[in-house]
């Protein structure tokens, strides 16, 4: 049994053993309650999921890590992982299409573009419009 420490904002550190029995990581949620004058703590997303769905969200959350650390060579989210992530709290629901597969191979794109200079700046949205017409 692990013992943890009430920090100076009531913020609790959770073993990372504790952790990894569970299949729990940042930003999951948990169910606090005190029962017979215990603090209980019981995942709210994860635990309720079935086991190919556990998988899933351990595959998203991986995913979403990466894409944290690395757009440009990060592979996105499957339409079910970005469903379970949203679920589970770890993306906004009304973002959940940024997260994607088909959205982060366009952010790709636009990792090369930028690195290989393939861009333009405009000083105005009217030098914008000037060189749309050019074309």
């Known amino acids: 049994m692990s013992t943890v420490r009430i ?4 913020q609790v550190t959770l073993p990372a053993d504790v952790l ?7 930003g ?10 215990k603090l209980v703590l019981t995942p709210k ?12 969200l351990q595959q998203a959350r991986r995913k979403i890590a990466r894409i944290r650390k ?24 009304d973002q959940r299409w940024w ?6 191979s366009g952010e790709r794109q636009a990792e090369r573009d ?7 700046v405009f000083e105005s949205a009217d030098e914008l419009l000037k060189d749309l017409r050019k074309r």
Request: hydrophobic residues 40%.
């Open 28 to 37: 999951d949620a948990l169910e606090a309650e005190v029962r017979e004058g």
């Open 70 to 93: 690395d757009l440009g060579r990060s592979k996105g989210l499957t339409p079910a992982e970005a469903d379970l992530a949203a679920r589970a709290g770890l993306i906004q629901k």
């Open 7 to 10: 920090g100076p904002s009531r």
């Open 99 to 104: 997260w994607t597969e088909a959205w982060q």
């Open 114 to 120: 930028l690195k290989a200079g393939r861009v333009k």
């Open 20 to 26: 990894e029995k569970l299949d729990l990581g940042a």
């Open 45 to 56: 997303s994860a635990g309720m999921l079935a086991p190919e769905e556990r998988k899933l």
